[in-house]
């Protein structure tokens, strides 16, 4: 297995020097889809140029990336290239690693049940095999480094590449059962941009699940574990907020980073659903939009965790697919890490019911954002509704494509529990209905 | 005998309150040495005048305070005449002059090009300090307006200009005031001020009052601090930049509107002496128009307000390819008389390349004739000294007229000259090109350099390129103030040196900005200005300085102190720019607000489905009759079918 891995890894890398000797890096870089005014890495060159002229890089409104990132780079600016290249590597190493582990706890706890004889007798043909997990974990790395959002992403140098490092090792961590780690690198993800605070729900799930602590909220057991957790991640992100102040000797950065992202000044064009939405905003109900949009984010958390806290893997799928569509400055580079588990849940293929539909969608819409841009903003033969019409589109069919999963997800959960040819009371057959 | 009584008890307690006053006084203001010491550093006028003042007996300036201002008018202005001096430049007035005095004066220069520059300048001195306790009550000269401004807001110093055209430096030679197109206003605080930016937007939306121009468009968001660039003209005693503010209206149209209460300001209004010849219908009709106010302190005590106004007019093409000017021809009216109130009026016109008469001829000659050293070069001016009626002639008015002869000769090309363009396509980046030209011959010298940048042109600093010569040329002093959205702009001054004969470019990208839909201009598709950069610097001078500093100079020739005797200091303003920017449709938010709460709507609506409801098998929903008969068995107590 390791074979393949290296393969691909070696591919991978070479599609990437390659395209970085080709000097693509200015023109990708420039793209609204693939950097956002967070990511952005002629941004965090500014930010590197300021430091030097002994300005504060957050006393203007153009750099916004956390004190940590402009530290990293301060040193590694020479290195950059390699930087984002490694970090997609130990992005799907680490989603590789994780991916196994987790099949690994599926199959055991597929067994104990099958042992157990809790599944319905014609549920055989729903129930995984060996074989066909064999090679997800190697898929879940392909999807990543073979994804054209992620070659873009990273031969654009957009520091998504590097949060995307970090939420994968926070998934390594938690699935293979690290408290610690996985509340240092949770709070490192939510340093860099707060929206991973939501995926400690899934973590926390995932976490009592593998050390059989029940999720009863009467049990003392549940709360010392979830104190002991939110110990953990507070004392880490004190001590990284920490770092920062130390490090930059003032607190500017706090709301040039997390301000920025939240009360969302710059509308800079993107494929999100925020820009155009308060460019052409009322000014008295913009703050009641901001909210009602940042709180949309935040609000999946409590209903999902409740409905998936069987199921806190997916629960971090889904958690991820929620904040890369409604988050304040979305890219591709946030796409293609939800879109990386998509192999995992191949075995809901069969109750999909709109995936063509949406792929083609995906595909289309991909391919009309540089056009639209381009008629927009170049040839001035189109205006603004046009790229903003396409982002709807887009992202019409990722919600599209996520409730379509999760909609499979809980059939499958259904049809294991009360078999799969489901007859009425007259003894044809019966179509599931959600009611 | 009462009544007798009465008035000579009364004129008894006058004499005493006014005794104990002018004893308060004199021991107020005891330190005379003051008058002295920092005028070295002001211009050579100004040292005139304030020697002269100081030597008089402070008493006598006391007394002539308090006794009635309007009684002393006409006797002063009388005696000013009879004292103007017969055949040579202003010789200083032995008599008791007053604590006020006004000055005008006209320059006509020739342009190459064909056109006319025609340089009107009014100077008010007055001994007065408005930073004292308590306020400045009478006033004479100076304006009333200006001098409340400048107690009420602690003012230092204060420059406004408004301009409407671009100065063409390559074809006119430099301005005697440079100021770039739009409305200009930098203002020097009082060391006193503690809240300078709420004094500055009070001073600004005053001034907009008073001027009747936009200036309340000048927020935090154009406003800077320049660190270097410039610097108090007047007698120095701050000059830290936190009590500096310029800003710039690169957009703002100057009219008449705006010089009416212009004109108002000075002593005689429009209705006497030079500025009978502003008539703003000819003034408007012109290349370029200029229009500024300078005050400033010239020493402790005094004050000077100057205004300006420089006009070009374009007679080649208003005079049917004739080239041939006149007085009348330029602003419709010709010259009667002096302003009474003034102590001096005086035309200067430059006839430097004409020694001979061999180029234009200049009717009626006059035999006087100046020369003056004015930015770096020597210039020779046949003067017409209007407070003398032999100028006036038999006809008793004034028609200068100019009648070409030629059309040769060549001007001599400015040593320092900028420019300015954007450069890029599309609405997403661009790139700033700023070229100065150093011209000297083999002279090197430093220019500072002055970029005021808006919020959504986001400069990127690391892309700043400056290179001479094609090799990179590293500016010795960077002070970059990175702007923040909506608040302020960039701000970015260098200290560049400039080689010898060369164009040195500097180029920096920006990214423009989607802004608000509220935020744009009503017509957002003409783009948005960019202030003109401000190339500030001594440039070498072509003729070595005037030795002789006690010589009386005229107005023009003295506005930036010099300090360095083999270089001038010089201020060249470059084009502003026109910027497009990207524009959302202005005509649906209604309809973005809907469509974009429907996409959440819909993410939301599909999660909360699937998050409520469970699976269940449907159930054929029974037909119509039979629900009708189960709703009415139900009715009466039976078990449905």
């Not at chain 1, 991820?320 to 569509?325: C, D, E, G, H, N």
């Not at chain 2, 008018?73 to 200083?92: G, I, L, R, Y």
């Not at chain 2, 990175?482 to 920096?508: A, F, G």
Request: hydrophobic share 45%.
């Amino acid at each position: 297995m390791a074979a393949p891995l290296t393969l691909l890894l070696l591919v991978a890398v070479t599609l990437r020097a390659a395209l970085f000797r080709a000097g693509l890096t200015d023109l990708i870089s420039g793209r609204v889809e693939v950097v956002s005014p967070l990511t952005a890495w002629k941004r965090v060159v500014e930010g590197l140029a300021l430091l030097d002229l002994g300005v504060s890089p957050y006393s203007g409104d153009v750099f916004h990336e956390t004190p940590l990132i402009i530290y990293l780079f301060h040193f590694l600016v020479d290195y950059a290239e390699i930087t984002f290249i490694l970090a997609d590597v130990i992005t799907a190493v680490a989603l590789y690693l994780a991916v196994k582990d987790y099949n690994k706890q599926v199959f055991r706890k597929q067994r104990y049940a099958l042992e157990a004889d809790r599944y319905p007798l014609d549920c055989l043909e729903i129930i995984r095999s060996p074989k066909e997990m064999y090679y997800i974990p190697l898929k879940v790395a392909m999807f990543y480094l073979l994804n054209p959002f992620t070659i873009l992403s990273c031969v654009a140098m957009s520091t998504c590449g590097l949060n995307n490092a970090v939420i994968a090792l926070f998934i390594l961590s938690t699935i293979k059962g690290n408290v610690l780690l996985s509340a240092i690198f949770l709070s490192l993800a939510t340093y860099q941009s707060i929206y991973p605070l939501t995926l400690c729900a899934p973590a926390l799930l995932y976490l009592m699940q593998r050390q059989y602590i029940p999720v009863n909220f009467r049990r003392a057991g549940f709360w010392w574990f979830i104190a002991q957790y939110a110990f953990m991640y507070l004392g880490s992100l004190f001590v990284i907020v920490g770092l920062s102040f130390f490090l930059l000797g003032s607190w500017d950065y706090l709301p040039s980073v997390y301000g920025f992202i939240l009360s969302v000044p710059d509308l800079t064009p993107n494929i999100g659903l925020f820009w155009y939405f308060f460019a052409e905003m009322f000014e008295h109900f913009r703050l009641f939009f901001l909210c009602v949009f940042q709180i949309n984010i935040f609000f999946y958390t409590i209903p999902l965790s409740i409905k998936l806290k069987e199921h806190p893997v997916f629960l971090i799928f889904m958690q991820l697919a929620v904040i890369s569509i409604f988050k304040s400055y979305p890219t591709v580079g946030d796409i293609a890490l939800y879109m990386a588990f998509l192999p995992v849940w191949s075995h809901l293929h069969r109750f999909l019911r709109n995936i063509f539909l949406v792929s083609c969608v995906l595909l289309a819409c991909s391919a009309l954002f540089p056009v639209l841009w381009h008629l927009w903003i170049y040839a001035g033969s189109a205006n603004s509704n046009f790229y903003y019409a396409i982002t709807l589109l887009f992202n019409v069919a990722q919600i599209l494509l996520i409730s379509d999963y999760f909609y499979a997800f809980l059939r499958r959960e259904h049809h294991l529990t009360y078999g799969l040819y489901l007859k009425r009371k007259d003894g044809s057959e019966a179509t599931l209905v959600l009611k | 005998m009462a009544a007798h009584r009465c008035v000579s008890s009364a004129l008894l307690v006058f004499v005493c309150v006014l005794s104990v006053f002018t004893v308060a006084r004199s021991q107020e203001t005891t330190p005379p040495g003051g008058h002295g010491a920092p005028a070295t550093d002001g211009p050579q006028t100004v040292t005139e005048t304030t020697g002269q003042t100081a030597g008089q007996p402070a008493a006598e300036e006391r007394r002539w305070e308090a006794t009635e201002v309007k009684e002393a008018t006409p006797d002063e202005s009388a005696a000013e005449e009879q004292e103007a001096p017969a055949a040579d430049t202003a010789a200083p007035s032995a008599g008791p002059r007053p604590k006020d005095d006004f000055q005008e004066e006209l320059v006509i220069r020739p342009l190459h090009s064909g056109d006319i520059y025609a340089s009107f300048q009014f100077r008010t001195l007055w001994e007065t300090d408005f930073t004292r306790e308590n306020k400045v009550s009478h006033y004479r000269l100076f304006p009333k307006s200006l001098g409340q401004v400048i107690s009420k807001f602690s003012v230092r110093e204060l420059h406004i200009s408004f301009t409407q055209g671009y100065w063409r430096t390559m074809q006119w030679g430099q301005p005697y005031q440079p100021s770039p197109p739009g409305a200009e206003l930098w203002v020097w605080f009082q060391d006193s001020v503690t809240d300078v930016d709420e004094t500055w937007k009070e001073l600004t939306n005053v001034l907009s009052g008073i001027f009747c121009a936009s200036l309340n468009f000048i927020d935090s968001t154009n406003t800077v601090q320049p660190s270097a660039s410039f610097k108090p003209l007047g007698i120095v005693n701050v000059t830290d930049h936190r009590f500096l503010r310029y800003a710039t209206l690169p957009r703002e149209i100057v009219c008449t509107e705006n010089l009416t209460p212009w004109k108002k300001l000075l002593p005689c209004g429009s209705k006497a002496g030079l500025a009978v010849l502003m008539k703003s219908e000819k003034l408007f009709h012109s290349s370029f128009h200029s229009q500024a106010v300078h005050i400033r302190p010239v020493s402790p005590t005094s004050w000077e307000l100057r205004q300006t106004l420089n006009v070009v007019f374009d007679l080649h093409t208003s005079g049917q390819g004739k080239r041939e000017w006149s007085l009348f021809k330029m602003f419709s009216r010709t010259l009667t008389e002096a302003c009474p109130l003034a102590s001096s009026s005086k035309i200067y016109v430059d006839v430097t390349d004409n020694p001979q008469g061999e180029q234009f001829e200049l009717s009626p000659a006059t035999p006087l004739l100046s020369q003056e050293v004015v930015l770096g070069d020597r210039r020779t001016f046949s003067v017409y000294d209007l407070t003398q009626q032999i100028t006036f002639g038999t006809v008793r008015s004034l028609n200068l007229l100019i009648r070409w002869k030629s059309s040769e000769g060549d001007m001599l090309r400015p040593l320092l000259h900028g420019e300015r363009y954007v450069a890029g396509y599309g609405l997403q980046t661009g790139e700033i090109h700023t070229l100065m030209y150093n011209y000297h011959p083999y002279r090197s010298f430093p220019v500072l350099l002055l970029d005021s940048v808006p919020w959504y042109l986001r400069l990127y600093i690391h892309t700043l390129t400056v290179t001479s010569k094609g090799k990179d040329n590293k500016p010795s002093y960077i002070h970059y103030q990175p702007s923040k959205d909506r608040l302020r702009p960039h701000l970015l001054e260098m200290l560049v040196q400039l080689p010898p004969n060369s164009v040195t470019e500097v180029t920096v990208q920006f990214e423009r900005a989607l802004l608000k839909w509220t935020e744009y201009t009503p017509d957002p598709n003409h783009g948005f200005y960019v202030g003109s950069s401000v190339i500030s610097s001594l440039v070498p001078s072509i003729v070595a300085m005037d030795t002789n500093i006690t010589q009386e100079r005229p107005l023009f020739s003295s506005f930036f102190p010099c300090k360095e005797e083999s270089s001038y200091f010089v201020r060249v303003y470059t084009e502003p720019l026109l910027v497009n920017l990207p524009t959302p449709d202005f005509s649906m938010p209604y309809n973005v607000i809907c469509l974009t709460c429907t996409v959440v709507a819909v993410g939301y609506g599909s999660l909360y489905n699937l998050l409520t409801r469970s699976f269940q098998i449907e159930e054929p929903s029974p037909g119509l009759a039979k629900r009708l008969a189960n709703i009415i068995r139900r009715m009466r107590g039976v078990p449905p079918l």
